[in-house]
């Protein structure tokens, strides 16, 4: 499966952005979705994923109540909301999918979000 991330930018503190994650090549519902990102000088870290369904999600701790991860099928893609933005949310954010319960093995290109205070 390929991965193309979209809607990184520069918000200000307190603002909202939705990134989207289009997926190609494979059917996409087979897939568990996950978002990641890295800021610079440190580790990779996650940040949401989702069942294949949608019918369940998982948050990392340092986004949640703030971030929401979705998907739709029909459109072969995954978002993920992000709301109450702070500067330490500054990083590339990936997306990624695992197949049949494996970790997370098909990656997108990374988007930068950047926020600023």
């Known amino acids: 499966v390929q991965l193309q991330a979209s809607g990184g930018g520069l918000v200000q503190a307190g603002g909202s952005l939705r990134l989207s994650c289009a997926a190609s090549?494979?059917?996409?519902?087979?897939?568990?979705m996950g978002w990641f990102r890295q800021a610079p000088g440190k580790k990779r870290e996650f940040v949401a994923s989702i069942n294949r369904s949608g019918g369940s999600t998982y948050d990392g701790d340092s986004v949640k109540g703030r971030f929401t991860i979705s998907r739709d099928n029909a459109k072969n893609t995954v978002y993920l909301q992000m709301n109450s933005l702070k500067p330490e949310d500054t990083a590339i954010y990936y997306c990624?999918?695992?197949?049949?319960?494996?970790?997370?093995?098909?990656w997108g290109q990374g988007t930068q979000v950047t926020v600023s205070s």
């Open positions: 090549g494979r059917t996409f519902s087979n897939y568990r």
């Open positions: 990624a999918a695992s197949y049949g319960g494996t970790s997370f093995a098909f």
